[in-house]
């Protein structure tokens, strides 16, 4: 394949092809300097196609549900994902971010379960799916206290603003040791040591978007998620 465009000191050639990609190379030239820049990108073409993988160490449970991690990976990065699970089962609690879904499972109330996912780009769409059983919590990461016995106000919040955690029903004194905030890549956007009962945190310096807040305490891990907010 060959083509060229040009515009003054600058011309644009396709200098090679293969499955899904093509080779570009930009010349940058100046009349006056007598010199010649050259730049090579490799670019996508094409429909994107797409697998979805299920991200069993990233899995934990507490007493409720069990939390299951899933990954889309596309051929291409310029794509948009829309997720597909059952959302007519209000039990079933979604954070979703891009290529990454998380699902809180109700334990014990389903054998097997099955995520799909649709990439599009300009030049098309795939659909990646995932099936299997869930009927075992196989992660080290278990918990006697439930996502409802954690209080985190205001949630969503907006940036720069506080905000409060509390352990609720708490008749046995357990305190929060540590708490951590993790984006839905699973990087660590926040941590901090305490020793008390009630926290509040003046800054997390976090962007807009969906988080996972981690909270250890003197009794097990407890896993809420976090909204932030313009």
């Known amino acids: ?46 429909s994107p196609k797409v697998g979805v993988q299920r991200l069993t160490s990233e899995e934990y449970c507490d007493i409720k549900y069990h939390y299951l991690v899933f990954k889309a990976n596309s051929t291409s990065n310029f794509v948009s994902y829309q997720w597909l699970y059952p959302i007519n089962f209000p039990s079933i609690q979604a954070y979703e971010e891009g290529n990454i879904l998380r699902l ?3 334990k014990n109330d389903y054998d097997n ?32 206290m439930a996502t409802e016995d954690v209080s985190v ?15 609720l029903n708490n008749i046995n004194n357990i305190i929060i040791e540590k708490i951590e905030v993790y984006d839905l890549t699973g990087q660590t956007r926040f941590s901090q040591n305490y020793s008390e009962g009630s926290i509040n945190i003046n800054a997390l310096n976090l962007s807009q978007g969906n988080y ?5 305490t003197s009794d097990n891990e407890v896993y809420q998620k976090l909204i932030i907010i313009e």
């Open 1 to 46: 394949m060959s083509s060229q465009t040009h515009n003054q000191s600058i011309s644009l050639t396709a200098i090679g092809e293969e499955t899904g990609y093509v080779t570009l190379q930009a010349r940058m030239g100046s009349e006056f300097c007598r010199s010649v820049m050259v730049k090579t990108k490799k670019l996508f073409v094409g």
């Open 113 to 144: 379960f099955a995520v799909s996912v649709q990439v599009e780009n300009d030049c098309g769409n795939d659909f990646g799916s995932w099936s299997g059983a869930i009927t075992q919590c196989n992660s080290s990461k278990t918990s006697r």
């Open 153 to 167: 106000t205001p949630n969503p919040k907006n940036m720069g603003e506080s905000i409060s955690v509390d352990l």
């Open 212 to 216: 996972i807040l981690n909270i250890f």
């Open 104 to 106: 809180g499972i109700p």
